[in-house]
């Protein structure tokens, strides 16, 4: 079992920025890579971006591309999300999810954190 603690959501002005981390407890060890999506209201839940644990290559979904990086630290078992430039359109529930092995589906997810963005 995995278990993931989303924070560092809230209320950001378009252009701002913020940081969302994801901390994971459990068989981390074991993980293969930790990943970040969201869901806007009335919208279903969309891929953000990935990285793998071991080599730490990443992902992103074209929408969030040059303003999002994500980012992890093995030793705190934490991957991080800073989002740049925000976006209205960027305003959901993010969530960070882990997968144990390199398949499209993913085993554990966190509760989500609210990411608004004023114009």
């Known amino acids: 079992q995995v278990q993931l603690v989303e924070s560092g959501g809230g209320l950001a002005q378009a252009g701002g920025s913020l940081r969302l981390s994801c901390a994971a407890s459990?068989?981390?060890?074991?993980?293969?890579?930790m990943g970040w999506f969201r869901q806007a209201p009335g919208k279903e839940r969309e891929f953000v971006a990935v990285v793998t644990w071991s080599a730490s290559s990443t992902n992103y979904a074209d929408s969030v591309k040059g303003r999002f990086t994500i980012s992890r630290d093995n030793a705190k078992n934490t991957v991080y999300l800073q989002l740049n430039s925000l976006k209205p359109e960027d305003t959901a529930v993010y969530y960070c999810?882990?997968?144990?092995?390199?398949?499209?589906?993913?085993?554990?997810w966190g509760q989500g954190t609210q990411v608004t963005v004023s114009s």
């Open positions: 999810a882990a997968r144990m092995k390199a398949t499209m589906q993913y085993d554990y």
């Open positions: 459990g068989r981390t060890l074991t993980m293969y890579s």
